[in-house]
């Protein structure tokens, strides 16, 4: 049972759409982590959010962490080819220094 | 700017051999996590490191796995008697000395571990 559960598992676009990635859980995490991956790479972070009702912006990309600090989203706005690949969600609890990862969204936008 | 190195990239082992998975953190970085990422599955924590010590192992495999990190040198990752089912990426990722404020995690591009 994944702790942290992300929806939805794959996603397929056209250029210039947008589209919503989700990341929920039933436990409190202390901060929660965005990270892409591409195929043979390791995961490359895009955004740390730490504080419950936080929204952080990356151009296009727009991350929001819940209130309560159980879920995530992020939002793609006009989204283009590069944007393709592999998004992770990965919280750390207040107790311990190891991420629990969800099971990704699998993007993929066609020109 | 060397972020996390990772080697080898890939290692082909024969069931009964042994393993061993290299990484360097980031310059500065004190923290050191193994993860490993079984075929179409997620990235699971395998063990927390700080030099010298263990810090946390509750997700390395109870027999034939281990890890350190020595006071010189990469961490290293250890798989004695490999088995097919150790086939998998498995990723290292750093962080500097978590305090006060969270410290990101991150990672290198891992070792592709095939076992025949």
């Known amino acids: 049972t994944q702790l942290l559960e992300q929806s939805p598992q794959f996603l397929s676009i056209q250029e210039g759409e947008n589209l919503t990635v989700y990341c929920n859980s039933s436990?409190?995490?202390?901060?929660l982590q965005w990270y892409r991956q591409e195929p043979g790479e390791g995961p490359v972070l895009l955004v740390t959010?730490?504080?419950?009702?936080e929204v952080k912006k990356l151009k296009r990309l727009t991350f929001q962490f819940g209130d309560a600090r159980k879920d995530s989203s992020l939002h793609i706005t006009a989204a283009q080819p590069g944007d393709t690949g592999l998004y992770l969600c990965?919280?750390?609890?207040?107790?311990?220094?190891?991420?629990?990862f969800g099971g990704g969204t699998r993007v993929l936008v066609k020109p | 700017n060397a972020g996390v190195m990772q080697n080898p990239r890939h290692l082909v082992r024969r069931r009964g051999q042994e393993a061993r998975l290299r990484c360097s953190p980031m310059?500065?970085?004190?923290?050191v996590y193994w993860y490993r990422q079984l075929p179409e599955e997620g990235l699971k924590f395998m063990v927390y490191?700080?030099?010298?010590?263990?810090?946390?192992e509750s997700g390395m495999p109870k027999e034939r796995f281990s890890a350190e990190f020595p006071k010189e040198g990469p961490s290293i990752l250890r798989i004695q008697q490999v088995v097919r089912g150790d086939s998998a990426a498995y990723f290292c990722?750093?962080?500097?000395?978590?305090?006060?404020?969270?410290?990101?995690?991150?990672f290198g591009d891992g070792t592709r571990l095939s076992i025949l």
């Open positions: 990722a750093s962080s500097p000395r978590q305090g006060a404020v969270v410290q990101p995690q991150h």
């Open positions: 490191l700080q030099k010298e010590n263990i810090i946390d």
């Open positions: 959010v730490v504080t419950g009702g």
């Open positions: 436990s409190v995490f202390s901060s």
């Open positions: 990965a919280g750390l609890k207040a107790a311990g220094n190891k991420l629990t």
């Open positions: 310059k500065g970085h004190s923290h």
